[in-house]
């Protein structure tokens, strides 16, 4: 049998999505917990890894167990074995041909970036931060220039194991609400870092440090040493992965933190 569970976690305490040595990373957390409520040695696939220090409103995994038990099991018996940080928010069973990762059409994220002279204290961990005023129109003008298919490059980790850097973006929006500003992606696939890399460029844009227009000359000269450093983890969300409706399973989930619809 296939279960699809969907879970949130603050990435702050973790070493990110995937099972390292050492441990201490969301899918170790997980697959001991799941293994406790089946039984025996349960591995979880994720529609898409995050980095340390990176949170996910909406992580959608996957995993395979011949252990008969009720739904609530894999809910609230789950959450019982794992650690503060991470909850499993709903599972589903599914047919064998689903995969969380291959069978999403798409992903969002999510950046919260708190724009005042002081550092913060309660949104520590959860939010990024600059203290310089940060001009929106100037990022909404660079961020136009996103959506559609292009080369990536500028905005890939040199670690990145992608086998293309051209992905098909399909929402590149900035807004503000009070101290913060939120960054909304999608896309069909994400490089790794790709989402960073293009918050510290908008916001080199938002600080003017270079005219809107600097961005879409980065974009199409696909070379990342001239696109700004990559931005802080603390404010990444990994709002959810994009499924067709024939899967039956709960949309992009959670507006957290808060921003403009999906």
Known sequence: ?????????????????????????????????????????????????????????????????????????????????????VAVLWAQPVEDEFHARFSARGRCYRYFLLNRP?????????????????????MRQAAAVLPGEHDFSAFRAAECQAKSPVKTMTRAEVSRQGEFFVFDFAASAFLHHMVRNLVG???????????????????????????????SPDGLYFRGPIYEPRWGLPPVGGDFPPGPAP
């Open 201 to 231: 460029s908008l916001v080199h844009v938002g600080k003017g440090a270079a005219p809107p227009a600097w961005l879409g000359d980065v974009l199409r000269q696909r070379e990342r040493k001239l696109a700004a450093p990559t931005f």
């Open 118 to 138: 002081q550092r913060p204290g309660l949104w520590r961990g959860r939010a990024g931060w600059h203290h310089l005023p940060l001009d929106l129109e100037a």
């Open 1 to 85: 049998m296939r279960i699809a569970l969907g879970l949130e976690y603050c990435g702050t305490a973790f070493r990110g999505w995937q099972s390292q040595a050492g441990g201490g990373t969301v899918q170790d957390a997980l697959e001991a917990a799941l293994s406790a409520i089946a039984g025996s040695p349960t591995a979880a696939v994720c529609a898409g890894r995050t980095d340390a220090g990176v949170h996910a409103s909406l992580q959608v995994v996957h995993f395979d167990t011949t252990a008969l038990r009720p739904l609530t099991a894999w809910v609230r018996g789950v959450n019982s074995h794992l650690p503060d940080g």
